[in-house]
Antibody, heavy 119, light 112 residues
Framework: QVQLQESGPGLVKPSQTLSLTCTVSGGSIRSGGYYWSWIRQLPGKGLEWIGYIYYSGSTYYNPSLQSRVTISVDTSKNQFSLNLTSVTAADTAVYFC???????????WGQGTPVTVSS | DVVMTQSPLSLPVTLGQPASISCRSSHSLVSSDGNTYFSWFQQRPGQSPRRLIYKVSNRDSGVPDRFSGSGSGTDFTLKIIRVEAEDVGVYYCMQGTHWPYTFGQGTMLEIK
């Protein structure tokens, strides 16, 4: 069964760039029919979908974050990554990566990684 | 964006009793391909969300059959026929028909 694992710094300074990587195991990121998503959970609040990427590199971003978000893929490492620029305290959240089948939408999620934006 | 509104937001339930959560969307979730990309997730304390139901009424592998999903268009329901202790957590609905995907606010299920 596919497994996803997020990694990256747990603390980022305001105005800097948040960078996270999701490593996929138990399946190839190049499998057709699957997108690869990032979602975040703001403290004490609900879930916000950030965007997704296909193995070919095509992306879709949530318009609320589009100006600051880049999602990329490295098929040789079976990984995809999230970059969020110009972060503020409002970006403090637990960040999840997930597999996103085109036929059913989000199914398998990583365990999540907490990121705090603070000086 | 499509707004997903859940009710109730808090759901105290006695063990062995049924529970029901409602989710309403601001737009029809029927896709141009005829599918309705609506899911339910369970998030236990300290864990990541786990999908229970996809495309309105399909249970994911390993999900107990006491969970069921129903609905159409803009109104959807998750039912648990007999609540067990392991069902404690927050339940979210999600639509994946319109981009960006959006989630409900969450319903916290607790044992009375």
């Amino acid at each position: 069964q596919v497994q996803l694992q997020e990694s990256g710094p747990g603390l980022v300074k305001p105005s800097q760039t948040l960078s996270l990587t999701c490593t996929v195991s138990g399946g190839s990121i190049r499998s057709g029919g699957y997108y690869w998503s990032w979602i975040r959970q703001l403290p004490g609040k609900g879930l916000e979908w950030i965007g997704y990427i296909y193995y070919s590199g095509s992306t879709y971003y949530n318009p609320s974050l589009q100006s600051r978000v880049t999602i990329s893929v490295d098929t040789s490492k079976n990984q995809f990554s999230l970059n969020l620029t110009s972060v503020t305290a409002a970006d403090t959240a637990v960040y999840f990566c997930a597999r996103d089948p085109s036929t059913t939408r989000l199914d398998y999620w990583g365990q999540g990684t907490p990121v705090t934006v603070s000086s | 964006d499509v707004v997903m509104t859940q009710s109730p937001l808090s759901l105290p339930v006695t063990l062995g009793q049924p529970a029901s959560i409602s989710c309403r969307s601001s737009h029809s979730l029927v896709s141009s391909d005829g599918n309705t990309y609506f899911s339910w997730f369970q998030q236990r304390p300290g864990q990541s969300p786990r999908r229970l139901i996809y495309k309105v009424s399909n249970r994911d592998s390993g999900v107990p059959d006491r969970f069921s999903g129903s609905g159409s268009g803009t109104d959807f329901t998750l039912k648990i026929i007999r609540v067990e202790a392991e069902d404690v957590g927050v339940y979210y609905c999600m639509q994946g028909t319109h981009w960006p995907y959006t989630f409900g606010q969450g319903t916290m299920l607790e044992i009375k």
